[in-house]
């Protein structure tokens, strides 16, 4: 399944896309893998809000 494309408006639809894609990609993941698999989206996404705050303060 490809990557979906989001509005840049951020719609509901855009939700559904989102969760829909993810579940297609994680379905027949172990725990340990699915786990592993949305930590390392979530620590991505924390690096690039530090990075962000640390812009925004200089």
């Known amino acids: 399944m490809e990557k979906p494309v989001l509005s840049p408006d951020f719609t ?3 939700i559904h896309k989102l969760r829909e894609y993810n579940y297609e990609i994680t379905k027949h993941m172990t725990d340990k ?9 979530g620590w ?11 812009q925004e303060m200089r």
Do not use: G
């Open 12 to 14: 509901i639809e855009d």
């Open 33 to 41: 893998e699915r786990m592993d698999y949305y930590n390392q989206a």
């Open 44 to 54: 991505a996404f924390q690096r690039e809000i530090e990075e962000t705050k640390l």
